[in-house]
């Protein structure tokens, strides 16, 4: 199954999605093919203005550029998405999309596709650790692949 | 190469990235991203003590403390977060004062939209520019020889001939076509100086007709007017030492610069909307059925508390004046009600951007507007200097600054 990963860039989601045979939907592929068309010039991330517009299906124009810019990116996924993993509180290290509001949003149109999510606490010790590596298995494993 | 630091959140992401490097590129600048070790981001932020939720505000501050601490080396800085968002304007606002209060380096503060352009951003950037690479021009303090400055503003274009720190010819007009405006205004201010053209030794322009008269008259200077302006400002005002604050109201954009020792380091510049412009005062004279010259005068007899007037948008704020016509309010209370919208959005937009010094110089050719210097008097507590021939700034600055270019002086 398509399981999105948020934070959508976290390597450590990603792995463990792929590793209990699921494929993680991540933002790092949808912005590889953004970054590696050269007709584009809009560096970093070569977001447009069209791209911004895009974003205008998730967000009103009221809401500041910069979260429109992010869930023109991240929109397409969480429609892609077939089951998520959200990690609370997870520290930017551990991955992050810069913008706290994109992030709430993103949660809320996960919960509103109605699909498998299973919602993680960040660890903050090795045991709890350990406890959240197997629940996540546990939901892994219980989705039809 | 001039190095502009960028403390920023969501201008990747709103594709307007690439359109702050072109402004920069521009003007001889180089945008640079100061390096942050990852480990130092939480300590940071528990220093500066506003903790966002946001990673990349913590970032920005992280950033900011790099500079201040100087383990990061930049010329200026430009802070920027998108526009609308209430926990990035508060951290871009409290940045500011943070560069200011542990750097001496020039710092600017933008909001931006996904439709932010180069062009928006280029007087800003210049000015930055400026303020770094001519510090021993910008310290110029009398005008030598017989030189020239043009400011091609929106509304107005100006011209003014110097010689030896004296003013001997000035003329003004309204800016239609930028060449014919010039020429002019030009033609006028050399008959009155009774001299020619041939006789002026260097040629300094400003405004947003600069780059294209820069070309036509071969100037010396070609320069933003941010700098520019406060140049003329402190030298008309004689005030060349020392602190100041200077307000000048144009007809698209507003701007409020701080200067020490004659010497620009930090300014705000308007531009988003019209509603705290002169060109409002326009309308609204026109609306009146009044020359914008006696708009002044008309707002010193009115009482603006009896007119509920203060709208963002010119638009709007039009609406307002018809609806209080049609309520049965003077056009002398309407007057003075527009007179302090401008002033009470210059004080909302601009003047909190900035560390409000005195004394305070208003210019601009809304300066002669008397009844928006009584605004402006209202709403800081005190009235601001306007000293003689304030609408001149632009073009005395540019003639003054022009100057230094000239050989043996």
Known sequence: MKVLIVPPNSLILFDLVERFGHEPLSVMAALQEKIENREIESPPMNITVDDVKKGLKYAGIEVPSGIRGRLAVYGPLIEQAEAAVIMEDAPFMFGCVGCARTNEMMKLLIRKRKIPVIELDYPSNEDEAKAMVAKLKAFLEGLKK | ?409
């Open chain 2, 1 to 409: 190469m001039i190095k502009i630091a960028q403390l920023s959140c969501g201008t990747d992401y709103s594709g307007v990235q690439s359109e702050i490097e072109k402004a920069a590129e521009a003007v001889g600048a180089r945008m640079v991203y100061p390096d942050v070790d990852m480990e130092r981001i939480n300590s940071a932020v528990e220093k500066f003590g506003f903790n966002p939720v946001s990673p990349q505000l913590k970032l920005m501050i992280a950033r900011a403390e790099s500079l201040a601490e100087k383990r990061y080396d930049a010329d200026a800085v430009f802070i920027s977060s998108c526009f609308r968002c209430a926990e990035a304007a508060l951290v871009r606002t409290e940045l500011r004062k943070y560069i200011q209060n542990n750097t001496r380096l020039p710092v600017v503060t933008y909001s931006f939209t996904e439709r932010t352009k180069a062009g928006q951003l280029l007087t800003r950037m210049e000015a930055l520019v400026t303020i770094v690479e001519r510090k021993e021009l910008l310290a110029r303090e009398r005008q030598v020889g017989l030189t020239m400055g043009i400011d091609s503003g929106s509304s107005t274009t100006k011209a003014m001939v110097l010689r030896d720190n004296e003013i001997i010819g000035k003329a003004w007009t309204p800016t239609a076509d930028v060449f014919s405006s010039a020429e002019t205004a030009v033609s006028e201010a050399l008959a009155q100086a009774g001299v020619k053209m041939s006789d002026i030794e260097a040629i300094g322009t400003t405004g947003y007709g600069r780059f294209t008269l820069g070309k036509k008259y071969n100037a010396k200077l070609v320069q933003e007017e941010l700098t520019v302006n406060s140049k003329g400002a402190v030298w008309l005002a004689d005030r060349q030492k020392g602190e100041a604050t200077i307000i000048d109201i144009g007809g698209m954009d507003n701007k409020a610069i701080t200067v020490r020792d004659g010497i620009p380091d930090n300014f705000t510049m308007g531009g988003i909307c019209a509603g705290a412009s002169g060109r409002f005062l326009e309308l609204t004279a026109k609306r009146l059925k009044v020359e914008i010259t006696e708009l002044g005068a008309l707002a010193d007899k009115g009482d603006y508390r009896k007119v509920q007037m203060n709208s963002y948008c010119s638009i709007f704020g039009i609406q307002d004046l018809v609806t209080s016509l049609a309520a049965g309010h003077t056009i002398e209370d309407v007057a003075s009600a527009a007179c302090h919208s401008v002033a009470e959005q210059i004080y909302e937009q601009q003047l909190q951007e900035i560390d409000v010094r005195q004394p305070v110089i208003q210019v601009g050719g809304t300066s002669l507007i008397s009844g928006l210097v009584t605004a402006v008097e209202h709403t800081l507590g005190q009235r601001p200097i306007v000293p003689p021939n304030s609408q001149y700034i632009g073009a005395a600055g540019a003639a003054l600054l022009s100057s230094g270019f000239l050989e043996g002086h």
